[in-house]
Nanobody, 125 residues
Framework: QVQLVESGGGLVQAGDSLRLACAAS????????MGWFRQAPRKEREFVST????????YYADSVKGRFTISRDNANYMVYLQMNSLKPEDTAVYYC??????????????????WGQGSQVTVSS
């Protein structure tokens, strides 16, 4: 069992940066791939980024590649999403998720076993 709690969202202007954090609990956290998804109003939840359980591989949606960076700190049960050069279209609720299994990359919500409650990110133009 893994429990996830996101933090770090907020209201920023276009071009600004934010860092989302995801605090995990559960002794098996370090064995899970971790991902970030987002969901804007009236849209489906979409993949943002994922990282392997050791942090050796990362993968990004084309829409955030070069602007967002995912990382993890297994010793402290944390996952991060550094978001730079934010755009109004990045506005959404951002969710942290944990996935078991070896397939890579995991880009669909159904591949993830545990989810956080979400953190709102709003980017004004």
């Amino acid at each position: 069992q893994v429990q996830l709690v996101e933090s770090g969202g907020g209201l920023v202007q276009a071009g600004d940066s934010l860092r989302l954090a995801c605090a995990a609990s559960g002794r098996t956290f370090s064995t899970y791939s971790m991902g970030w998804f987002r969901q804007a109003p009236r849209k489906e939840r979409e993949f943002v980024s994922t990282i392997t359980w050791r942090g050796g591989r990362t993968y990004y949606a084309d829409s955030v590649k070069g602007r967002f960076t995912i990382s993890r700190d297994n010793a402290n049960y944390m996952v991060y999403l550094q978001m730079n050069s934010l755009k109004p279209e990045d506005t959404a609720v951002y969710y942290c998720a944990a996935a078991s299994g070896s397939s890579w990359p995991k880009e669909t919500p159904r591949e993830y076993d545990y989810w956080g409650q979400g953190s709102q990110v709003t980017v004004s133009s």
